[in-house]
Structures are given as structure tokens and as C-alpha cells.
């Protein structure tokens, strides 16, 4: 089982929880886990897929091949936005 | 206890580099941070600095009021990368970066950097850096209240 944190607009797409509490069944990657967020919130998939939303595991934005262990700190990212220019 | 101890009482006793970098809710006093940055070495001669304010139009549309959220822990990560990299490619003497969250009423106070160099256009040429990357790189996102109704600002050009 890992814990995502979620900000900003993926925290309303999955209904305003802060937090998703996912089990990975097949395979640990990055791209597993965007796989059974997909399954379960398809609009936040979508942005995922589509690299809107990104994954950060351990305050670091990941790739999809990075492998997701166990005390983990992952959080799903949308766009940053500090204000225009 | 007057009101001035207890001032006193609240600050931190030294100016360690925690507080060049911080994300808080509250406001902050440009002249304090402004002191902060000029204690830190005699060497200074040019200081530029970015202060960003809350407007109240965004793409033709009135704002009422903003929100920012921020990923604690990753934010503060982040904007000690953008001091420390300002630091290092730019040849300044130093670099405070602060930015709010939470809610703020239009015309306050969000976001300062202040670049701190022996000549002006290393500190032109670091804080205009360190305020576009911030933009780019560090988990703050922004909730615009309007009177339609609240949007998650998704874009920074």
C-alpha cells in the first residue's frame, strides 16, 4: 500500500481528499502507479498521461521507470504556478 | 513585559541561513528582510530585488482574493536549490527567497527575492533568474478566487 499526496486541482479531481492510499499489484514502477490511479480517477490519469500532472517520489519529480519502495514519500504535482510574468 | 521584549523575545538570536529561505503564511517587512540580507557581508554594493504582488485581474477576468498552497518540504527544498544555485552561477554575495501560502487579499505581499552582489547587473541578472525559476520548478500552486467562482491557475509564461 502507498500514500500519494495530492495538491491543488488533482485534490478536487479525487473528490478534495489530500491523500490516495493505492495497493501496486503489478509492478512497483512509476508508470504502475499511474496505471491504478488511471483505473480509479481517469481525469487525474489523463493528466497524468498527458505529463500535466507529474509524480515526484521523495520530493523529486520521477521518472516512470523510477521503482516505488516502501516509506516512500510520493506526491502527484499539477502545473506550478507562482503567478505570470 | 512591553511590546518591545516581547518583539525582541520572538526573533531568532542569530541570522542563520534558515531564514534566507522560507515559505510562511504570514506577511513580511521588506525593510527586515532587506537589513537581514545586508548583515550577511560588507562587500555589498548593489542589491536588486523582485516583490510580487496579488492583483486583482487575471486574463481579463476581476480576482477577489488568492490562495496558494505549497508542498512543505519539496518548497522549501526547491527554493534553497534556486539560493544556492544563484549564489554559485551568478557571482552574487547572497540571495534571500520568501513566499507566502495561504490566503491573500489582493495587493499583498506574495513572493520577494532579493539578489545581493558587489555590482548591480550580477544582482539584476541573479534575481530576475531566481524568480522565473521558482516559477518553474517549486510545488506552489495558486487558487484565484472570481466572482465565477475558484480556479487552479495552471499556467506561468
Redesign the interface.
Given at each position: 500500500m502507498v500514500t500519494i499526496?495530492l495538491?491543488?486541482?488533482t485534490k478536487?479531481l479525487a473528490g478534495n481528499q489530500g491523500t490516495l492510499s493505492l495497493s501496486l499489484h503489478d509492478g512497483k514502477r512509476v508508470k504502475d502507479l499511474v496505471s491504478v490511479i488511471d483505473a480509479a480517477y481517469p481525469k487525474i490519469g489523463e493528466l497524468l498521461q498527458k505529463k500535466?500532472v507529474l509524480v515526484?517520489v521523495n520530493?523529486e519529480i520521477a521518472h516512470e521507470d523510477l521503482e516505488v519502495n516502501d516509506g516512500d514519500?510520493i506526491?502527484l504535482?499539477?502545473?506550478?504556478?507562482?503567478?505570470?510574468? | 513585559m512591553s511590546l518591545e521584549q516581547v518583539t525582541k523575545a520572538d526573533q531568532p538570536a542569530t541570522d542563520d541561513e534558515a531564514m534566507l529561505v522560507r515559505v510562511q503564511r504570514e506577511d513580511f517587512s521588506i525593510d527586515e528582510e532587506l537589513k537581514r540580507v545586508r548583515r550577511r557581508s560588507k562587500r555589498i554594493g548593489g542589491i536588486a530585488m523582485f516583490l510580487g504582488t496579488a492583483r486583482d485581474r487575471s486574463k481579463g477576468k476581476d480576482v477577489d482574493g488568492i490562495t496558494f498552497e505549497h508542498y512543505e518540504g519539496m518548497a522549501q527544498k526547491k527554493l534553497r536549490e534556486i539560493r544556492e544555485r544563484a549564489i554559485k552561477d551568478f557571482g552574487v554575495i547572497e540571495v534571500l527567497v520568501l513566499h507566502r501560502y495561504g490566503e491573500i487579499t489582493i495587493g499583498e505581499n506574495i513572493v520577494l527575492i532579493i539578489a545581493a552582489a558587489e555590482h548591480r547587473a550580477e544582482a539584476f541578472r541573479a534575481c530576475q533568474w531566481a524568480i522565473d525559476e521558482l516559477k518553474q520548478i517549486t510545488p506552489i500552486w495558486k487558487l484565484e478566487h472570481t466572482p465565477e467562482g475558484e480556479v487552479w491557475v495552471e499556467e506561468h509564461p
Open positions: 499526496q495538491f491543488g486541482m478536487m500535466k515526484s520530493q514519500e506526491a504535482l499539477p502545473p506550478f504556478a507562482g503567478g505570470n510574468r | -
